[in-house]
Nanobody
Framework: QVQLVESGGGLVQAGGSLRLSCVTS????????MGWFRQSPGAEREFVAG?????????YYADSVKGRVVISRDNAKNTVYLQMNSLKPEDTAVYYC?????????????????WGQGTQVTVSA
């Protein structure tokens, strides 16, 4: 059974930084993408960033976080990270780690078959 466990969320002041971690166990679909999504109350879940599991660290970012967020991975540790800098109150959301299980758009949540429980990020003004 594949498990994804996020950590690193919390309360941070605007302009601050957080690093989220996603530790995976069991089978992972490393031919595809590990992604981060987020969801705030009343909003739909949205793609934040993704990184391929292949040898090349191919990444993709949502426009809303581009330049402020860096996704990275450590395959040996089965861990994906999301470094978030210059945080804004609008970044407040529950952040989810997900494993893509079929080919498709990096940002398409329907292509991700495994999800973590989420970690809350709250950014105060």
């Amino acid at each position: 059974q594949v498990q994804l466990v996020e950590s690193g969320g919390g309360l941070v002041q605007a302009g601050g930084s957080l690093r989220l971690s996603c530790v995976t166990s069991g089978r992972t679909f490393k031919d595809y993408v590990m992604g981060w999504f987020r969801q705030s109350p009343g909003a739909e879940r949205e793609f934040v960033a993704g990184i391929s599991w292949g040898g090349g660290q191919n990444t993709y970012y949502a426009d809303s976080v581009k330049g402020r967020v860096v996704i990275s991975r450590d395959n040996a540790k089965n861990t994906v990270y999301l470094q978030m800098n210059s945080l804004k109150p609008e970044d407040t959301a529950v952040y989810y780690c997900a494993a893509q299980t079929r080919a498709g758009s990096w940002a398409a949540s329907t292509t991700y078959g495994y999800w973590g429980q989420g970690t809350q990020v709250t950014v105060s003004a």
